[in-house]
């Protein structure tokens, strides 16, 4: 597995963004996929997480209702789609695949990491 992030940008509260998560090695299907994010001086965070079938999804509470992970099988990716974006949302988001098919909101169980995009969102 090879993970590669990208989608990252500047926009203005109240827009959109949308983050890829390509795995250039064709290889993550039956993996879970999941969206860390860091803040400078924070804690790496879970934000979101899909099955390796994309038939369980499963967000952070600040995020719910704005943002959604899907996963294309046929171009071996995960997309995370990001609305209403708030000031509080900018970080580098990473994408990270687990060992397993469901995965967890653990760092600890995904071995698999993109290097990262930065989102930085002004008010």
């Known amino acids: 597995v090879q993970l590669q992030a990208s989608g990252g940008g500047s926009v203005q509260a109240g827009n959109s963004l949308r983050l890829s998560c390509a795995d250039s090695r064709r290889t993550f299907s039956n993996n879970a996929v999941a969206w860390f994010r860091q803040a400078p001086g924070k804690e790496r965070e879970f934000v979101a997480r899909i099955s390796w079938r994309g038939t369980n999804t499963y967000y952070v509470d600040s995020v719910k209702g704005r943002f959604t992970i899907s996963r294309d099988s046929a171009k071996n990716t995960v997309y995370l789609q990001m609305n209403s974006l708030k000031p509080e949302d900018t970080a580098v988001y990473y994408c990270?695949?687990?060992?397993?098919?469901?995965?967890?909101?653990?760092?600890?169980?995904?071995?698999?990491w993109g290097q990262g995009t930065q989102v930085t969102v002004s008010s």
């Open positions: 990270a695949a687990a060992l397993g098919p469901y995965g967890s909101s653990s760092v600890r169980d995904y071995r698999y």
